[in-house]
């Protein structure tokens, strides 16, 4: 067990065969800490250079011309149409391919 006693009552009161050590804290109070920024040795911001407005006079053209096409190319449905009846399309060649692509990204997934 541990008691802190004062130098005095250690030196009269403990019987001398017992060895008794002392130890002397002394604070350091005078380490500086951290040194204070005062607003005098800031550096002022650099304001960024102000930025041009864009234009965009020639995208009214380009929206005009996309509302312009139909919704859907019509020789373009039909070439969908006439593969999806295949029963040979896709190929299997392209199955496995995109197989692999799928199994290789779940892995991925999985492994994070």
């Known amino acids: 067990m541990t008691r802190w006693v004062s130098e005095e009552e250690t030196l009269t009161s403990l019987p001398a065969r ?11 109070n005078n380490l ?3 040194n204070q920024v005062s607003a005098a040795s800031a550096k002022p ?10 234009n965009f006079s020639g995208s009214s053209a380009l929206s005009a011309s996309l509302n312009a096409l ?8 039909q070439t969908g149409k006439d593969l999806v009846s295949q029963s040979s399309y896709p190929p299997p060649v392209v199955i496995k391919r995109i197989s692999h692509l799928i ?4 892995s991925e997934q999985t492994e994070s």
């Open 45 to 54: 911001r650099v304001q960024a250079p102000p930025v041009e407005v864009a």
């Open 70 to 77: 139909p919704e859907a190319r019509p020789e373009v449905v």
């Open 32 to 34: 500086g800490g951290v």
């Open 18 to 28: 017992r060895k008794v050590s002392c130890m002397e804290i002394r604070p350091n």
């Open 103 to 106: 199994a290789a990204h779940v």
